[in-house]
């Protein structure tokens, strides 16, 4: 599993021009789910984010959590993320998991981040979104399991 983390003053997903999820200070995730993924890697990941001190406090130190802020999320499937680029020109994807199973453990993956009681919007999973943010710092994390 592979997950890029932005802190975001705002983020949204808009598919065939229309506003389809849209949250303000919080966290973008781009969640790319490999064909080795199994459900304990989902529970390790939501834990980790829940608790993820990557928000300033008033000293201008990242020592809060999303909770600590009262962040939203916005959850962005991203099968993508796990490119292979090591031989020729053209990325192949073969380490991703099916298109089936991935929406699976990422809708799995979205209700464990809600059972940190973390409000969670969503892209939708396969369709062709145009994702906006505003990147806060800017933070950006990569977290692999």
């Known amino acids: ?7 975001v003053q705002e983020a ?3 598919i ?5 999820s849209q949250i303000k200070k919080g966290l ?6 490999h064909q080795d993924d199994t459900p304990d ?9 829940a ?5 300033s406090d008033d000293n201008q130190k990242m020592n809060l959590s999303i909770k600590d802020v009262a962040g939203e999320i916005l959850s962005v499937s991203q099968f993508t993320l796990l490119a ?6 053209r990325p192949h994807f073969q380490e991703a998991m099916a298109p089936k199973q991935a929406e699976e453990f990422y809708n799995q993956f979205n209700d464990l981040l809600r059972e940190e009681s973390l409000t969670v919007k969503e892209g939708q999973f396969g369709a062709d979104m145009a994702v906006a943010s505003v990147n806060d710092g800017p933070v ?5 399991l």
């Open 140 to 144: 950006t994390i990569v977290y692999e």
């Open 12 to 14: 949204s997903v808009t």
């Open 84 to 89: 292979n680029t090591k031989k020729g020109n």
């Open 41 to 49: 890697m989902l529970q390790k990941a939501a834990q980790k984010i």
């Open 1 to 7: 599993m592979k997950i890029v983390i932005q802190r």
């Open 16 to 20: 065939d021009n229309q506003l389809y």
């Open 51 to 55: 608790k993820m001190r990557i928000f």
């Open 28 to 33: 973008l995730l781009l969640v790319g789910v």
